[in-house]
């Protein structure tokens, strides 16, 4: 069985300043580990992905996500928010189970940056 | 390349009927998902087709059901609709069933039941 907790389900910055959503999972497998972000009215776009290769992965419009097994945390960071990063935001954990690949969404956190 | 699309955008039913929505899979991807997304919640997973059987299926009734065409276009099919149906469902479709492929998503149809 696979899930995934983000802990905060608001977050609001200030343009400019840095961006923390946390996620934490949880998976009977070695889990594959996605951000995606979804604009209101808009489909889910993907922000990065960790699949098993560097703990640390970098994806689009500066933001990037440390992967620690340890801690089973996938965190979201980026240094300095802009207006346009505002939107929804949710941690997505998929491992193999069967011969499908479940996604299993957290429950959203929403983003919030203020001028 | 085009991406996944998704038709219709919007769409209104009657608790009791029947509904079809249908998604066209991004050029070259056999592997098509469906997933639910109640207002003010994250996406729940119904079922996935890969090359056009399904292999995978959440916790959703039997009245929840889908196909595959040979061009991997899939359709899903909600029968007697409940007010609970209500929300937007998304279609992703993926190069492969795996678990580290990216699932590239269509911007979903809105379904609302009254």
């Known amino acids: 069985a696979q899930s995934v907790t983000q802990l905060d389900s608001h977050v609001s910055v200030s343009e400019g300043t840095p961006v923390l959503l946390r996620c934490n999972y949880s998976?009977?497998?070695?889990?594959?580990l996605f951000w995606y972000v979804q604009h209101p009215n808009k489909g889910l776009q993907l922000l990065l992905k960790?699949?098993?290769?560097?703990?640390l992965v970098k994806g689009i419009n500066g933001f990037e996500a440390e992967f620690k097994k340890s801690e089973t945390s996938f965190h979201l960071t980026k240094p300095s928010a802009h207006m346009s990063d505002a939107a929804e935001y949710f941690c997505?954990?998929?491992?193999?189970?069967?011969?499908?690949?479940?996604?299993?969404f957290g429950s959203g956190t929403q983003l919030t940056v203020l001028p | 390349e085009t991406g996944v699309t998704q038709s219709p955008t919007h769409l209104i039913k009657t608790r009791g009927q029947q509904v079809t929505l249908r998604c066209s899979s991004q050029?070259?991807?056999?592997?098509v998902s469906w997933y639910q997304q109640a207002l003010g919640q994250g996406p729940q997973f119904i079922f996935q087709?890969?090359?056009?059987?399904?292999?995978g299926r959440g916790n959703f009734p039997p009245r929840f059901s889908g196909l595959q065409f040979p061009n991997y276009s899939s359709e899903l099919n909600v029968n007697a609709l409940e007010l609970d149906d209500s929300a937007l469902y998304l279609c992703?479709?993926?190069?492969?069933?795996?678990?580290?492929?990216?699932?590239?998503f269509g911007q979903g149809t809105r379904l609302t039941v009254v």
């Open positions: 992703a479709s993926s190069p492969g069933q795996g678990a580290r492929t990216e699932a590239f």
């Open positions: 998976s009977s497998y070695s889990p594959s």
């Open positions: 960790y699949t098993s290769a560097a703990t």
């Open positions: 997505v954990v998929s491992a193999p189970g069967g011969s499908a690949r479940q996604l299993t």
């Open positions: 050029s070259g991807h056999n592997t």
């Open positions: 087709y890969y090359r056009e059987e399904e292999n």
